[in-house]
């Protein structure tokens, strides 16, 4: 499973790039995005994902849908 950002919603403040353990996200033509193959939700690093933790827009970072 991996988490997305919803592009609608993202500010691109970056505040969670830098957090992301497995260094999952990144910018793709002015727009942050979270590798869906890279992302571990965190798993193994942390208990909770680090980049919603962090995200300042409530619901802009959520689960993909299996
Ligand atoms: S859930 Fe964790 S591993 Fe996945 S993008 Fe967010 S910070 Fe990175
Ligand atoms: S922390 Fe949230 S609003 Fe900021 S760049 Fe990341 S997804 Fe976008």
Do not use: F, H, R, W
């Not at 609608?8 to 590798?35: F, H, N, Q, R, W």
């Amino acid at each position: 499973m991996a988490m997305k950002i919803n592009a609608d919603m993202c500010t691109s403040c970056g505040d969670c790039e830098p957090e992301c353990p497995t260094a999952s996200i990144s910018v793709k033509k002015g727009l942050y995005v979270i590798s869906a193959s890279g992302c571990t939700e965190c798993e193994g690093d942390y208990d909770k994902p680090q980049c919603v933790k962090v995200c300042p827009i409530k619901g802009c970072i959520t689960q993909v849908a299996a």
